[in-house]
């Protein structure tokens, strides 16, 4: 059990990030479930406390410093720590548009949250961490960021995930010696509004790696990729 640890999860009303405060929950963790939208977040967290987990909503738009700061500045006033961050909110709008064709709106926009949003909150949560000399940092990427399968299509998403993954390693050396853990992982395809139903995987399947990452023991392993537990290639 990780009683008195506080969690925060980005993205978190719906899908995968929904799913990992769960299991967060369950492992005794107070769980800062965070979405964009005020009632998507209640709704999810009043079914949460309704399975007798410890959740809390914090409103929390990842492309929005303001809508960051504020919540952070409640996370130190009421509670003075943050212990886990999980990277999950993202987006994927392009479909398969070909990056020689895709709209740069497009393509800002899907960095923004992806990788901009996940490196804002690493900046805000490093401090408190670093202050407790405890951290577990996961960011959810994708198989499809993977160096060694990058290929036509979804170039913003793949570029974004391959983003996250660089700013992985890059974290996890300078906060390396804070015991501040910092590693990616890929869910594999999990059926959510943005997998879709066809998608082979269960959203517990998909957020398990990302739950075993963020309870690790100090002596675990930061600055790698992860799928189902074992290292993936970048
Ligand atoms: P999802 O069901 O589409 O959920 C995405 C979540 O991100 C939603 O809660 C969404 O909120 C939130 N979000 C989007 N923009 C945001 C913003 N600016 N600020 C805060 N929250 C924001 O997707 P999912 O499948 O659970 O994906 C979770 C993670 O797994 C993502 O990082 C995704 O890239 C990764 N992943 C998924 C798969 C898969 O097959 N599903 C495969 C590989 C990787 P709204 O409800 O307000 O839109």
Not at 66 to 86: C, K, N, P, T, Y
Not at 160 to 170: E, F, R, Y
Not at 176 to 193: E, I, K, Q, S
């Amino acid at each position: 059990m990780e009683d008195g640890r506080v969690a925060l999860i980005t993205g978190a009303n719906r899908g995968i990030g929904y799913e990992i405060c769960r299991q967060l929950a369950r492992r005794g963790l107070s769980v800062l479930l965070t979405a964009r939208r005020d009632e998507a977040g209640e709704t999810a967290c009043e079914e949460l406390r309704a399975e007798g987990l410890a959740v809390r909503f914090e409103r929390l738009d990842v492309t929005e410093p303001e809508s960051v700061a504020a919540a952070f500045q409640r996370i130190e006033s009421d509670l003075g720590r943050l212990d886990v961050l999980v990277n999950n909110a993202a987006i994927s709008v392009e479909k398969k548009t070909p990056a020689v064709e895709v709209d740069m709106d497009t393509v800002q926009r899907v960095l923004d949250t992806n990788l901009i949003g996940a490196w804002r909150l690493c900046q805000a949560a490093a401090p408190l961490m670093r202050k407790e000399r405890y951290g577990r940092i996961v960011n959810v990427s994708s198989g499809v960021g993977s160096f060694s399968k990058l290929a036509a299509g979804f170039g913003a998403y793949r570029i974004s995930k391959t983003g996250i993954n660089a700013l992985t390693c890059i974290l996890a050396d300078e906060l390396y010696g804070d015991n501040v853990l910092v590693n990616a992982m890929t869910p594999g395809w999990v059926r959510t509004h943005m997998g879709g139903i066809q998608a082979p995987r269960s959203v517990e399947e998909g957020a398990d790696t990302a739950v075993w990452l963020a309870t690790l023991p100090d002596d675990g392993p930061t600055g790698r990729f992860f799928r189902d537990r074992e290292e993936f290639p970048w």
